[in-house]
C-alpha cells in the first residue's frame, strides 16, 4: 500500500519569513525528507494550516490521507488568534475523522488543546538546542513508539510552550526535568495522535541555524556568557552536520549517540508508522465534528 500523507506546517506566514531569513530549512520540507527516508514511494501533500486561504485540493477530504503529519510551529498554542484557531479546528476535524496524527512539538501542543486539555508557558523557560535525559515513563517503556529507543536519551528540541494538563484518555510516554510532558499518545473520538515535545526530524544544522535566528533571546537569558560562545557553539554543530564523528566537537557539547545515529534519532516515526498503519484502511468520508475539546469548524480549513 502507498501511504498518503498530509504534513501540517504550524509555522504562519510571518514565521517562515523568519526562518528563510536565517537559513533555516522549512518545517514541511524537513518533515518530508524524515517521512521518504524512512517511507520511500509515499504521497506527500503539504498544507500551511495557519494562512487563511488554506485549502485542501478540490475533490479531497481529510479521509483522503492514511496519516497527518505536524511540524513545529513559532506561535504560541494559548493565544486566540485565528493563525492558532484554524490549526485546532483541523485536528479536531482529524480526531473526529478517524484519522491518526503523528507530530512534534507544536504537534503535542495542538492534539493537547484540540482535545481538551491545556497548555502553558513552561515556568523552566525555553528549552532549546539538545533536551538532555528524556526518560521514559513505565508506559513508554512498554509502548510501541519506543521499540528500541534507549531508556533515557537526547534529543534536538526549541520550544518556550509545554502540556499543562493532558485531556482524559492520553498516556505520558516520556518526561524529563526541563518538561514535564515529553511525548503522549492523545485519543479522541477513538483517533490516536501520537506526539514529542522534541523534534526527531531535526539535524545538526537544524539547530545551528535556529541558533543563529534566536541568538538575541538565548543571549539575553544568559545560555551564552558572549556572542563569541554562541559563535563557537554553532561552529561545531555545523561541522558535526559535515561529521558527526568529530571528537572535538562531540566532547564539548557532549553528543550522545542518540544524536549522531539517525535512525535512533527518528525512530519514533519509524515506529509510530509500523505501529499505526500497519494494515490500516482509509476510513469512509465522515464530515461530523467530535466532542472532544469542542466543535470544530470544518469549513475553514477544507
Known sequence: MTYRFLIVDGYDLDGRAKLDSAGCTPASELYERMVLEALPGCEILSLHAADADARLPAGLDLTAFDALLWTGSSLTIYDNVPEVTRQIDLARAAFAAGVPSFGSCWA???????????????????????????????????????????????????????????????VVLATNEATQVQAAVITCSGTSFWAVQYHPEYDFREIAALARLRAEGLLAEGRFDSRQDLDRWVT????????????????????????????????????????????????APKRTATKCGGAAELENIL
Not at 493537547?112 to 526518560?135: D, H, M, Q, Y
Not at 566532547?251 to 539517525?262: A, C, N, P
Not at 525512530?267 to 508508522?273: Q, T
Open 108 to 170: 503535542l501542543q495542538i492534539a493537547t488543546v484540540a482535545a481538551g486539555g491545556s497548555c502553558r508557558l513552561n515556568p523552566n523557560g525555553r528549552e532549546f538546542g539538545i533536551t538532555r535525559k528524556v526518560r521514559l515513563t513505565l508506559e513508554g517503556a512498554s509502548h510501541p513508539l519506543y521499540k528500541g529507543k534507549p531508556p533515557a536519551f537526547d534529543a534536538f528540541t526549541s520550544h518556550f510552550d509545554d502540556v499543562e494538563s493532558l485531556p482524559s484518555h492520553s
Open 236 to 283: 561545531d554543530l555545523d561541522s558535526l552536520h559535515e561529521d558527526p564523528e568529530r571528537l572535538g566537537p562531540r566532547w564539548r557539547l557532549g553528543i550522545s549517540r542518540d544524536l549522531v545515529d539517525v535512525a535512533i534519532r527518528r525512530l519514533e516515526f519509524r515506529n509510530w508508522a509500523d505501529s499505526v498503519l500497519s494494515g490500516r484502511q482509509r476510513p
